[in-house]
């Protein structure tokens, strides 16, 4: 495993900050290098598309290759993840569209709605996203046109 695959970048709004440090704490004793990105408090109100942009740019360095993002819903960081190149983030809420995100569209960025699932739910669904390679095959020839 290289560095930046073992490397995670992750970034929540206000709405996401609390899961994001649960995830964070998660990520750490799974022993990834977390790079936190903000935002650092859930009281100061702040626009979810910096913070998905902040992975979006983690990725496009080569920093890492997979990040997570949260916000409310986790609806608006995973567009504003998805508007910058080479970025493929899925919003998931359960641990089957983590696993098939990762088999069938090789989603680099994996995006999660504090406000709609719970703790449990987003730990399996961060294990799958990154336990699962992506399939491969058939697949490739799909996520190549996403480009
Ligand atoms: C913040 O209130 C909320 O709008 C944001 O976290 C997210 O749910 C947007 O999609």
Redesign the pocket.
Known sequence: MTKASKSIAIAA?H??FALKAKLVDELRDSGYEVRDLGTHDATTSVD?PDFGAAVAQAIASGEVERGVVV???G???SIAANRHAGVRAALCHDETSARLCREHNDANVLALGARLIGDVVAKDCLHAFLSTDFAGDRHVRRVAKLG
């Open positions: 709004d709405a996401g979810y916000c409310g819903t609806i608006g960081i």
